[in-house]
C-alpha cells in the first residue's frame, strides 16, 4: 500500500502553498494532505505554529484548523494502512491454510504410494515365492524324467545287449545248420558213388558168372566158392546198403570205402587174370583163390569196423537232426522274443524321444522362468531402493530432528493435596491438534505446546513403537539414528527406553532389536548379510563407564578405572577408546548383554525416585550389510540413550554423593540444550565440548542423521515446574532445523501486532 501513496515532494509543496496563501489574508480551502510514510508523519508532529502573532487568533485558529485537519488525514492514513495490513494478513492467513492443506494433500499421496509399494512389494514377493515353488516343482519333475529316461536307457541297453546276444546265437546256430546241410550233402554224394560202384560190381559178378560156366567142372570148387563170395558179396552188399543209409558226412569213412573199393576192383581185376588163367593152372588158381579168401576174411574185419563206425555216425546224425531241430525251435523262439524286444526298443525309442522333447520343453519353461525369476528379482531390488528412498524421504520431510511427548500414567503412591491429580494436563481434540498438543494448565494461565506427536497416559509400549518404528529401519537402510528420553526423574524414561519383563511391557530397545533381527533375517532371501556389533557405557559425573567390560564391579573406583577418550572422524563415525565392543548375532545375545549392563548402571534412591538413574546411558548397534547379488553395502548406526533425570536440589532433598551426581546430571543437560539453541541459531560456534554426552552426540545432531527425542513427563500436579521446563526445552528443539530443513508440520501463531518502525 505504500508503494501506491504520493511521494513526500508533492506534501511538501502543498502545504507551502496553502501558507502563501494564508499570509496573503486571503480565504483557501484546506489542502488535501497525503501520507507516504513514516517520515511525512514524523514531520506534522514535528511542524511549528509560524508567521502569526500572540494576538492573532483568527490566523492562529486557522492554522489549528489546518493542521487538525492534517492530523485527521493522518489517522485516516494510518487506518487505512491498518485495513491494508489486515487484508494482507487475511489473505497470508489463506495461503497459509491452502499451503496446509496442499502439505496435508502430499502426506496423503506419500501414504498412498507407500501402501502402494508395500501391496507392489507383498505382490513381488508373493509371486517370487509362488515362482520359486513352480521351480523346485519342475526341478523335481525334471529329476523324476531324468530317472525315468536313465532306467529306459539301461532297459534299452539290456535290451541291445539281449538282441546282441541272440543274434551272436541265430548266426551260430544258421552256421552249424549250413555245416549240417553240407555234410549231409557230402553224405548223399557219397551214397550215390557207392549205389554206382555197386552196379559196377554186380555187373563184374554177371562176367565172373558166365565165365565160369564156361570154365565147367575143373572150376566147380571154384564156382562153390564163387557162390559163397557171391553170398558174401550180397552180405556186403547189405552192409554197403546199411553203410551208405548211415555213412552221410565222415570223409575218413568215405575215403576208406573208396580204399576199399579200390582194392577190390584190383582183386577182380587179379581174379579176372586169374580166370583166364585158371585153366592152364589150376594150382596158381587154388593158390589165388587162398590169397583171396585171406583178403575176403580182412574186407570182413574191416567192413564190420566200418558198419559199427557207420552205426555210431547214424546215431550222431540223429542226434545232430534232433538237436538241429531243436535249435531251430529255439531259433523261431528266439525271432519271436528278437521282434518282441525290436519293438520294445522302437515303444522305447518313441518314449525316449518324447522324453527328450518334454525334458527340452521344461528346459525352455524352466529358462523362461527363471529368466522371470532373475527380472522380478530386480524389480525387487529396484522397488526396495526406491522404498529406502521414499523411507528417507519421508523421514526428512518429518525432520531430522523430530519431538515425541509422552505423559507417564498417575501412579498409587503420587499424591497431592492441593486439589485432583493430574487435573492440570489435557489433550486438545481438534482435527489438527488430536495426538500432537498438550495443554498445561498452572496457576489458572494455559500453556498449549505441539510437538510431532503426543502420547498420553493410556497408551501402550506398543503404541509407542509403532511410531518409531519407520526410523528404526533407517538404521538398516545405512543412516544414523539417535532416540533419546528426556525428563525430570521418576517420568518414565527408563520404562520408555527399556521397559519391563514381559512382552507387552517392553521398551523401544528391545523391540527395535528385535525389528532388526527380524528384518534382516528376512532380508537374507534378497542376498542382504548383516553383521552387528553392540557396545553400551554411561556416564557418570562426566565420566566414561564401560558396562560391558570384563570383571566390571558394580562399584567405580576413580583411580583404577580406564580414561575413555572420543573421537570422531571425517565421515561422522564415532569410536571410544578402549570401549568393549561385542559382536551379536541373535536378540537372545542382546538381552543378556542389556541385563548384563543393567545390573552395573548406577542407580540411587532420592526423594522423588526410588530407583533414580544416575547416570547417562547409552546403547549403541552398528550394522554392517551387503548384498553379493548387486554389490550394494551399507553401514548403519543405532544410538538409543536413556538420560538421567532433571531435579531441583529442594525436591530431590540430594546431598554428599547424590549431590554431586545431580550437579553434574543438570549440567550435562544444560550443556545439551546450549548445543541444541546453537545449532537452532546458526551459531558458528556450537559447544558440543563442553559435556562427554554433548560431544558423544555431535554426529547425531547434523548432516543426515536422523534423531527422536522422547520428552517424558509426569502427571501429577506437583510437578508442574518441572513439566513447564521440560515441555519449553523440547518446544525449542521442536523449532530447530537440524540437517535437512524440517517440513513445517504446526502453523505458528499469526502476530497481530503492527510494526510501523
Known amino acids: 500500500m505504500a508503494s501506491s501513496l504520493p511521494p513526500r515532494s508533492s506534501y511538501l509543496k502543498k502545504e507551502n502553498a496553502g501558507t502563501a496563501r494564508r499570509e496573503m489574508g486571503l480565504k483557501v480551502a484546506a489542502p488535501v494532505v497525503e501520507f507516504g510514510g513514516r517520515e511525512d508523519v514524523e514531520r506534522l508532529l514535528a511542524e511549528k505554529m509560524k508567521g502569526k502573532s500572540k494576538n492573532d487568533f483568527k490566523g492562529r485558529n486557522e492554522q489549528m484548523s489546518d493542521y487538525i485537519k492534517k492530523l485527521r488525514a493522518c489517522i485516516r492514513w494510518y487506518m487505512e494502512l491498518e485495513d491494508g495490513y489486515l487484508a494482507e494478513q487475511e489473505k497470508l492467513r489463506s ?78 546256430a544258421t552256421h552249424d545248420a549250413k555245416r ?12 550215390k558213388r557207392l549205389q554206382e560202384y555197386n552196379t559196377s560190381l554186380q555187373q563184374y559178378n554177371s562176367n565172373l558168372q558166365a565165365d565160369a560156366s564156361k570154365s565147367g567142372e575143373t572150376i566147380s570148387k571154384l564156382q562153390k566158392e564163387k557162390s559163397a563170395m557171391m553170398e558174401t558179396m550180397a552180405a556186403l552188399r547189405e552192409c554197403h546198403n546199411s553203410m551208405s543209409s548211415q555213412l552221410e558226412s565222415s570223409r575218413a569213412s568215405q575215403q576208406e570205402a573208396i580204399r576199399v573199393k579200390e582194392e577190390l576192383r584190383k582183386e577182380v581185376e587179379c581174379r579176372r587174370a586169374e580166370s583166364k588163367q585158371v585153366r592152364d593152372d589150376r594150382d596158381h588158381a587154388v593158390a589165388q583163390l587162398n590169397s583171396l579168401n585171406i583178403e575176403l576174411a580182412t574186407c570182413k574185419e574191416q567192413f564190420g569196423r566200418a558198419s559199427k563206425e557207420c552205426e555210431c555216425m547214424s546215431t550222431k546224425v540223429s542226434a545232430l537232426e534232433e538237436t538241429c531241430n531243436t535249435q531251430q525251435e529255439q531259433i523261431q523262439t528266439l525271432q519271436k522274443q528278437l521282434a518282441v524286444a525290436t519293438d520294445k ?85 481438534s482435527v489438527e491438534s488430536a495426538g500432537r498438543a498438550i495443554d498445561l494448565m498452572n496457576q489458572g494461565q494455559k500453556l498449549s505446546f505441539s510437538y510431532d506427536k503426543v502420547f498420553d497416559h493410556n497408551a501402550s509400549q506398543e503404541d509407542v513403537f509403532v511410531e518409531i518404528s519407520q526410523l528404526v529401519q533407517s538404521a538398516l537402510d545405512g543412516y544414523k539414528v539417535c532416540i533419546f528420553a528426556y525428563g525430570q526423574t521418576g517420568s518414565g524414561k527408563t520404562y520408555t527406553m527399556m521397559g519391563k519383563s514381559g512382552i507387552d511391557q517392553k521398551g523401544i530397545i528391545p523391540r527395535s532389536l528385535e525389528q532388526i533381527f527380524k528384518t534382516s533375517q528376512s532380508l537374507e532371501s534378497q542376498g542382504w548379510k548383516y553383521s552387528m556389533q553392540a557396545s553400551m557405557l554411561e556416564i557418570y559425573n562426566e565420566s566414561i563407564r564401560d558396562l560391558l567390560a570384563p570383571g566390571r564391579p558394580n562399584s567405580f573406583d576413580m583411580t583404577t578405572s580406564k580414561q575413555y577418550t572420543i573421537k570422531h572422524d571425517s565421515h561422522g563415525n564415532t569410536t571410544v577408546s578402549d570401549l568393549t565392543i561385542i559382536d551379536v548375532f541373535s536378540i537372545a545375545d542382546v538381552t543378556n548383554l542389556l541385563e548384563k549392563a543393567s545390573h552395573s548402571r548406577s542407580v540411587g534412591k532420592t526423594q522423588m525416585n526410588e530407583q533414580s538413574s544416575r547416570s547417562h546411558f ?31 536440589l529442594a525436591k530431590s532433598g540430594s546431598t554428599g554423593d547424590r549431590l554431586k551426581e545431580t550437579q553434574s546430571i543438570n549440567k550435562s543437560l544444560s550443556a545439551l540444550s546450549d548445543v541444541i539453541f546453537a545449532i537452532g541459531k546458526g551459531d558458528d560456534h556450537v559447544p558440543f565440548r563442553n559435556s562427554k554426552l554433548t560431544y558423544l552426540l555431535q554426529p547425531c545432531l547434523g548432516g543426515d542423521s536422523k534423531t527422536l527425542m522422547f520428552v517424558n513427563i509426569s502427571p501429577e500436579a506437583s510437578s508442574v515446574g518441572e513439566t513447564i521446563c521440560s515441555l519449553r526445552f523440547a518446544s525449542r528443539v521442536n523449532a530447530c532445523e537440524i540437517g535437512i530443513p524440517r517440513r513445517q508440520t504446526q502453523a505458528r501463531p499469526f502476530d497481530s501486532r503492527l510494526s510501523y518502525g
Do not use: W
Open 95 to 172: 495461503t497459509l491454510d491452502a499451503e496446509n492443506s496442499r502439505h496435508t494433500e502430499l502426506e496423503a499421496q506419500l501414504s498412498n504410494a507407500i501402501e502402494e509399494l508395500k501391496a507392489a512389494n507383498l505382490d513381488l514377493t508373493r509371486r517370487c515365492e509362488s515362482l520359486e515353488e513352480t521351480l523346485n516343482r519342475e526341478k523335481s519333475e525334471k529329476l523324476i524324467a531324468v530317472e525315468s529316461y536313465e532306467k529306459e536307457k539301461q532297459e534299452r541297453e539290456s535290451a541291445e545287449r539281449s538282441r546282441d546276444v541272440l543274434t551272436v546265437e541265430l548266426e551260430r
Open 180 to 191: 549240417f546241410s553240407e555234410q549231409l550233402k557230402m553224405v548223399q554224394d557219397t551214397n
Open 345 to 429: 526298443l522302437k515303444l522305447a525309442d518313441v518314449t525316449a524321444i518324447e522324453a527328450m522333447t518334454g525334458y527340452e520343453e521344461q528346459k525352455e519353461k524352466i529358462k523362461y522362468l527363471e529368466d522371470r525369476l532373475a527380472h522380478a528379482e530386480s524389480q525387487i531390488v529396484e522397488g526396495d531402493e526406491l522404498r529406502k528412498k521414499l523411507h528417507n524421504t519421508i523421514l526428512e520431510l518429518k525432520g531430522n530432528i523430530r519431538v515425541f511427548c509422552r505423559v507417564r500414567p498417575l501412579l498409587r503412591f503420587d499424591g497431592d493435596s492441593n486439589g485432583p491429580e493430574g487435573a492440570s494436563i489435557s489433550f486438545p481434540t
Open 618 to 648: 547409552v546403547f549403541t548397534l552398528k550394522i554392517s550389510g551387503s548384498n553379493e547379488n548387486t554389490g550394494q553395502h551399507v553401514q548403519g548406526v543405532l544410538n538409543l540413550i536413556d538420560l538421567a533425570g532433571s531435579e531441583r
